[in-house]
């Protein structure tokens, strides 16, 4: 069962334009949100973080915006660079501070130049 | 500051033999997770340790799959005997403990074909 949903599988957008990634899930225990980007060969990185006392959190040109009821948050590029293309991961945990991250499946993001 | 270091970086065997991977974490990691990320998925995890001891290998395949941490530093996974549905990425992280901000620190994996 997957515990955090992710779309689109794969997106591509134009240089300067917004990058919007979706995630869903349902274990309303989880109290941690992190976002990973991930280049070809490289290991995951963490990009950005949301806790769900806040509904939107910005570092930089990286936005994430978070619906507790809806149970669902997104990542936002603004003006997205070619430098942006890798794959992004959103990810949960739950409520103790050891618990296990679940991975979304990812989404591949394209920026064309 | 030095990252996680993993090897090999890739392997290649065939169906029922035996492959092992090794991870060195970040100097003072207190905790340390192997992952498998199978191609286009997500990472899931496998085991995760807290110094020497195992924390969760809920999702370890344990008839063919084991992982030890010696001294709380080091750790190696191993797979014996490996089936095709192995091949993946198997992703070494660790993260700090005390000051636990969630951040996990990967490795750039270690890639395993399985024919």
């Known amino acids: 069962q997957q515990q955090v949903k992710q779309s689109p599988q794969s997106l591509i957008v134009q240089k300067g334009g917004i990058s919007i990634i979706n995630c869903a899930y349902e274990n309303t225990a989880f109290d941690y949100f992190p976002w990973y980007q991930q280049f070809p060969g490289k290991g995951p990185a963490l990009l950005i973080a949301?806790?769900?006392?806040?509904s939107e959190k910005k570092e930089g040109r990286f936005t994430i915006s978070f619906n507790k009821s809806a149970k669902q948050f997104s990542l936002h590029i603004m003006d997205s660079q070619p430098g942006d293309s890798a794959t992004y991961f959103c990810?949960?945990?739950?409520?103790?501070?050891?618990?296990?991250?679940?991975f979304g499946r990812g989404t591949q993001l394209t920026v064309w130049p | 500051e030095a990252g996680v270091a993993q090897s090999p970086r890739y392997k290649i065997i065939e169906k029922r033999q035996s492959v092992a991977f090794w991870c060195n974490p970040i100097?003072?990691?207190?905790?340390l997770y192997w992952y498998q990320q199978i191609l286009g998925q997500g990472p899931k995890l496998l085991i995760q340790f807290q110094n020497n001891g195992v924390v969760d290998d809920s999702q370890l395949p344990k008839d063919r799959f084991s992982a030890e941490r010696l001294k709380g530093v080091d750790s190696t996974l191993k797979i014996q005997p490996a089936k095709l549905e192995d091949s993946a990425v198997y992703l070494c992280?660790?993260?700090?403990?005390?000051?636990?901000?969630?951040?996990?620190?990967f490795g750039e994996g270690s890639r395993l074909t399985v024919l």
């Open positions: 990810a949960a945990r739950g409520g103790s501070t050891l618990g296990r991250l679940y």
């Open positions: 100097s003072g990691h207190a905790t």
């Open positions: 992280a660790s993260s700090s403990e005390g000051r636990f901000t969630g951040e996990l620190f």
């Open positions: 949301i806790r769900p006392d806040v």
